[in-house]
C-alpha cells in the first residue's frame, strides 16, 4: 500500500512539473543510464535498463523503468508466449529503487549523460509525455522493444545531432542469449527449444542492444556528432550500488544433457530387453511420445501463431511435433497388437535424417535433444525390428 501511495504522488508531481527545467544550471540537472546486475529469476536473468532523473532544485530524484509488469494480469502467460504482452513505463523513487536491488543482491551501475541544457530538457519532456497514462503502455518484445531499447531510443530522440556506436564482433540472438544463461542450463534448455533458426542469424549493433549490457557498453564508447563535431555520450560512469550477490550454494541437480543421457540409456536398455524378450513396453512409448507430442504442440504453436519473431522456421519440430500425441492411440494400438505401425516407419526414417544432417541443420541445437532424439528414434525403430521378427 506504501509503495502505491509513492508512485500516485510521484505520478501527480511529474506530470504537474512545470517546464521551468530550461532555466535550470546544466549542473543542477543530471541524467543517467542505469544498468542493474543480472538476477536469479527467468526474466531477469539479462539484468536489467532504466534512467535516472535527478534535479537539486526542485528535490527530485527518481527512475523511469519500462520493465513493468504484472505476472496477475489476465492469461499473462498465454499472452506472453503469443507476444501479446503490455509492459508499462514506470516511475519510481531512486531510494528505494536502489535499496531494492541492494536487497537482492544485484549492482547498479551509472552512466552519467553528456547532455547539453536543451536535450536533458528535451529528454525530461519525453519521458514525461510518455509517462501518462495513455501512453505509458506499450507491446513488448523480448528482443525488439524491451526495458533496455525505450530507454536508447528516448535518449537518441532527445539528442541534437546522431549518435554513433563503436563497432562490434558479429553476435546472434543466441549467442547472447548463452552467454546470460550459462550458469543456468535449464533455462538455457528451455530458450533453445522455444527459438528457431531466425536467432541464428547475425544481428546488427543496435539488435544487440536488446541486452542492457551490451547497451552499456556501447554507450560507453558512443559518441554524439552534431555539425561535424563529436562529444562523448557518457560523461561519467560509476557504480551506486555495490551489491554482494547470493552465494549460498544450491542443491545439485543434473543438466539437461545429463538427464537427456540417462533417459537415452535407459531406453536402450528396455528396447533391447524388450527385443530379447519380444515385448513391446507400450507403457513407456506412451510416456515417452506423449511428453514428446506435447512438447511438439507447445513449438508448433509457437511457430504458427507467437508474434515473437525468432520462433518461427523451428528445425526441432521434425523431433517434437504434434504428431506425436495425434497418433499416439494408433501407436499404442499397434504395439500392444505386434502389429507393424507405419507411423513408426517414417518417424524411423524422420529421426533419422535428423541425426545424420544434424551438423548441417541451418539452427543451433541444444546437445540435450540429440540423446532425446535417439531415444525416440530406437523406440520407433523397435517396433519395426519386432514385427520383422515376428514374420
Known sequence: MKRIILYTLLSLNLLLLPNEQASASNDSIRLSLLTCAPGEEIYSLFGHTAIRYENLIQGIDVVFNYGMFSYHSPNFIFRFSLGETDYSLGVADFTHFAAEYNFYGRSVWQQTLNLTDEEKVHLINLLQENY??????????????????????????????????????????????????????????????????????????????????????????????????????????????????????????????????????????????????QKGFWVFDLILFGVAGMVGCVLAFLALFSEHPTVSSNYLLFVFHPGQLFFLPYIIYCIRKGKKCWYMSLNTLVLTLFIVLFPFIPQRINLAVVPLALSLLIRSASNLILTYKKK
Not at 184 to 201: K, N
Not at 222 to 228: L, R, S, V
Request: net charge neutral.
Open 132 to 277: 501518462r497514462p495513455e501512453n505509458r503502455i506499450y507491446r513488448y518484445n523480448f528482443f525488439y522493444d524491451n526495458c533496455a531499447t525505450r530507454p536508447r531510443d528516448k535518449i537518441e530522440e532527445s539528442i541534437t545531432g546522431r549518435v554513433i556506436y563503436p563497432e562490434g564482433s558479429s553476435h546472434s540472438f543466441r549467442d547472447i542469449v548463452h552467454e546470460y544463461c550459462k550458469n543456468h542450463p535449464w533455462s538455457r534448455f528451455g530458450i533453445d527449444l522455444c527459438i528457431g533458426s531466425e536467432a541464428d542469424r547475425p544481428i546488427t549493433q543496435r539488435q544487440m542492444m536488446f541486452s542492457p549490457f551490451y547497451l552499456m557498453n556501447f554507450f560507453a564508447n558512443a559518441k554524439i556528432n552534431h555539425d561535424g563535431q563529436q562529444r562523448p555520450l557518457i560523461s561519467s560512469t560509476k557504480i551506486i550500488v555495490d551489491a554482494t550477490p547470493d552465494t549460498e550454494e544450491s542443491n545439485w541437480i543434473p543438466t539437461p544433457f545429463q538427464s537427456t543421457l540417462l533417459l537415452f540409456i535407459l531406453t536402450a536398455a528396455i528396447t533391447i530387453y524388450g527385443i530379447r524378450k
